[in-house]
């Protein structure tokens, strides 16, 4: 009867740091997926904002001639 319990608490202990280990492994997936979108929308700004400057030196350039 002791071994059997025992056996059960063994069990029940390695389900346990398996759904810790699933919910770790979970939340990391989604910390990377918040960085990707964080920096896609970064550069997206940038982008906007060379293509303002580009224009900008367009019109200035077509001005100068």
Known sequence: MNQTFERSTIMSNLFAEELAREHIHSRLKQAQS???????AAARRLSRKAERAAAQARLALARVI
Request: no cysteine; aromatic share 0%; glycine share 14%.
């Open 34 to 40: 918040a960085r990707r979108g964080q920096q896609l």
